[in-house]
């Protein structure tokens, strides 16, 4: 399976150098204090969450035999010169095939909640050349992504694994460009069982404001595929009401 995942920074080639900034600091106080977050609270998912047993869904050379990205890039609609988020990027495979698809006048985030597979893909990225990539560590109810910056978010296989997804979709939405969408690739099984159930998806993103536009068979991808577009206003987090199993 995939991680979930969320954002701070990597420096990857092409990306910020830091030496100026520490330049005179002592380390012995912070350069940025951050204001408390006191947004919520948010209500409690009514059904199970799925164990991170791994970072990999697959091996890769299986995925392509199925043209499993290609199929997923093409449904979600992900042309040259966006700017992509794969959310719960794990070992990378969607971010690699991400970065070609966008080209050198995109931009792709890869984020990840792991340290160590952050890291790791960093690593990927810088070896492989991809200068169009950055890579972020993130927060598993929190995917800090920048405002008004993002055609398409894409969670494939680990939307089960998020523990709170309420306020997981709430803190992604301010992420979309004005005709943005989350797109979501899921087995439809139970979120114990590594997958979600195609009614509880749409349940959950339109508690938070997300009206579904697109829900697709993709065998290839081991599921579904399921596409969502904010409308409205952003709910407050009082106002959201959870979806009960029953």
Not at 95 to 114: F, H, N, Y
């Amino acid at each position: 399976m995939r991680r979930s995942t969320r954002f701070g920074v990597v420096v990857i080639a092409g990306a910020f150098a830091l030496s100026a900034v520490l330049i005179g600091c002592d380390g012995s106080k912070p350069l940025i204090r951050d204001k408390p977050d006191t947004v919520g609270p948010f209500p409690a998912a009514d059904r199970p969450v799925a164990t991170i047993v791994s970072a990999r869904w697959s091996n890769e050379e299986a995925r392509d035999r199925l043209n499993e990205a290609g199929l997923v890039m093409d449904k979600a609609m992900i042309r040259p010169g966006m700017t992509v988020a794969d959310i719960g990027a794990g070992e990378g495979y969607y971010t690699i095939r991400l970065a070609q698809r966008v080209g050198p006048d995109g931009r792709v985030l890869a984020e990840d909640i792991s340290p160590p597979f952050r890291d790791a893909l960093a690593e990927r990225v810088a070896r492989e050349r991809l200068d169009n990539v950055s890579v972020k560590l993130g927060e598993p109810s929190d995917p800090k992504l920048p405002p008004a910056s993002f055609d398409r978010v894409l969670m494939v296989h680990m939307y089960h694994e998020i523990a709170q997804p309420y306020e997981f979709l709430w803190r992604l939405r301010p992420s979309l460009k004005a005709d943005g969408l989350v797109v979501v690739v899921d087995a439809n099984r139970s979120t114990r069982n590594h997958g979600t159930p195609p009614a509880l998806l749409k349940c959950e993103f339109a508690a938070v404001g997300y009206t579904q536009v697109a829900m697709e068979e993709m065998r290839s991808a081991g599921g579904y595929l399921a596409a969502f577009r904010p409308t409205g206003t952003r709910p407050e987090p009082a106002a959201i009401r959870p979806c009960r199993l029953s």
